[in-house]
């Protein structure tokens, strides 16, 4: 998948987890394709999950984002879309145009949870390809 344009640091990744974000990314291809553009977030979503599991992986849905502010944990009400393998940080999107601020909520995602690496999958695209943006947790 050579194809896949990558925003990333040049932090290297574990083989483990490039392998584990390809059959993620598989599996949203195979949503994509079976699905199309123009479905609400909630119905890509419900697939995915079903898609991922079908693949044996496990996913956590709306895991709880706690804010540490000044040594105190806020729980502020933000939620994981997914959680894959307790490793990569799903964030779905069905939009025009992923924006600056998507990729943002997914880095500060990455940070609150300590996680290594996620992926911004937007399904509002023609070809899912141009719809995936990946991120690593750099700090």
Avoid at 100 to 114: C, D, G, I, S
Avoid at 123 to 137: E, Q, S
């Amino acid at each position: 998948m050579a194809w896949l344009a990558l925003s990333v640091a040049t932090m290297p990744v574990p083989p483990s987890i490039n392998a584990l974000t390809w059959r993620i990314i598989e599996c949203a291809i195979a949503v994509h394709r079976a699905l199309g553009p123009g479905l609400l977030e909630s119905a890509y979503l419900a697939c995915l999950i079903a898609e991922l599991r079908h693949a044996g992986l496990r996913v956590d849905v709306g895991v709880k984002v706690p804010i540490v502010y000044r040594g105190l944990q806020l729980n502020c009400g933000y939620k994981l879309d997914l959680l894959v393998e307790g490793t990569v940080v799903l964030e779905l999107k069905t939009v025009d145009t992923v924006l600056p601020v998507h990729e943002a909520q997914l880095v500060t995602y990455l940070k609150l949870t300590q996680k290594p690496i996620g992926l911004l999958l937007n399904f509002n695209v023609v070809m899912l390809k141009n719809g995936i943006v990946r991120k690593i947790n750099s700090v």
